[in-house]
């Protein structure tokens, strides 16, 4: 479960630093400074980066025979991509409308991946709120949702979706 973990903690603080940008805490640079977004946007991309080398690892790591780990690793690919595409962009001030469009996809085809969660209520409900944060990001890049509201639903994303999952391993407990 430890590579995982690393997806869920590195891309839960990827998303936790987007929330706070996007309810306006320390949204604002400092004199002489670059936005805020940029260093939000290099946190997104080191996400992205680990996230598309633990599906690769995942990947590889596994038999040739079939193996249902495979399914987990194309899961982290969408989302891997995803934050490396939200990274570059905010890292180099591009349109991120072309992230919100990124992010259609990104929310929609993962609940093919629900069979895969079905013995599981938490992962089921994880990726049944990632659509609403996905589907939100678009909303938010076309004007659409106000950024706070998203900022909102971003830190409902990286605390519960996200932290939550690992906090509870640690712990010892079951994920339901």
Same mark, same amino acid.
């Given at each position: 479960m430890?590579p995982i973990?690393m997806?869920?903690?590195?891309?839960?603080?990827?998303?936790f630093?987007?929330?706070?940008f996007?309810?306006?805490?320390?949204a604002n640079?400092?004199?002489g400074k670059?936005?805020p977004i940029?260093?939000a946007?290099w946190?997104?991309?080191t996400?992205?980066?680990?996230?598309? $080398?633990?599906? %690769?690892? +995942? !990947?590889?790591a596994r038999?040739?025979?079939?193996?249902?780990s495979? &399914?987990?690793?194309g *899961?982290?690919?969408?989302?891997?991509?995803?934050?490396v595409?939200?990274?570059?962009t905010?890292?180099l001030?591009l349109?991120l409308?072309?992230?919100?469009?990124?992010?259609?996809?990104?929310?929609?085809?993962?609940?093919a991946?629900?069979?895969?969660?079905s013995?599981?209520t938490?992962?089921t409900?994880?990726?049944?709120?990632?659509? $609403?944060a996905? %589907?939100? +990001? !678009?909303?938010?890049?076309y004007?659409?949702?106000?950024?706070?509201? &998203?900022g909102?639903? *971003?830190?409902?994303?990286?605390?519960?979706?996200?932290?939550?999952?690992?906090?509870?391993?640690v712990?010892g407990v079951?994920i339901?």
């Amino acid at each position: 479960m430890a590579p995982i973990t690393m997806v869920f903690v590195l891309t839960g603080l990827a998303v936790f630093v987007q929330a706070m940008f996007f309810l306006g805490i320390g949204a604002n640079a400092a004199e002489g400074k670059k936005s805020p977004i940029v260093s939000a946007g290099w946190i997104a991309l080191t996400a992205g980066i680990v996230d598309l $080398i633990v599906g %690769l690892y +995942i !990947t590889a790591a596994r038999p040739i025979e079939p193996d249902p780990s495979l &399914l987990l690793a194309g *899961l982290i690919a969408f989302y891997g991509l995803f934050f490396v595409a939200l990274g570059v962009t905010e890292i180099l001030d591009l349109d991120l409308r072309v992230v919100g469009n990124l992010a259609i996809p990104t929310a929609i085809l993962p609940l093919a991946w629900l069979k895969f969660f079905s013995g599981s209520t938490t992962f089921t409900i994880i990726i049944l709120w990632w659509v $609403i944060a996905f %589907l939100s +990001i !678009t909303l938010t890049t076309y004007g659409k949702m106000p950024a706070k509201v &998203l900022g909102i639903i *971003l830190m409902i994303t990286a605390l519960f979706t996200f932290f939550l999952v690992p906090v509870l391993l640690v712990l010892g407990v079951e994920i339901p």
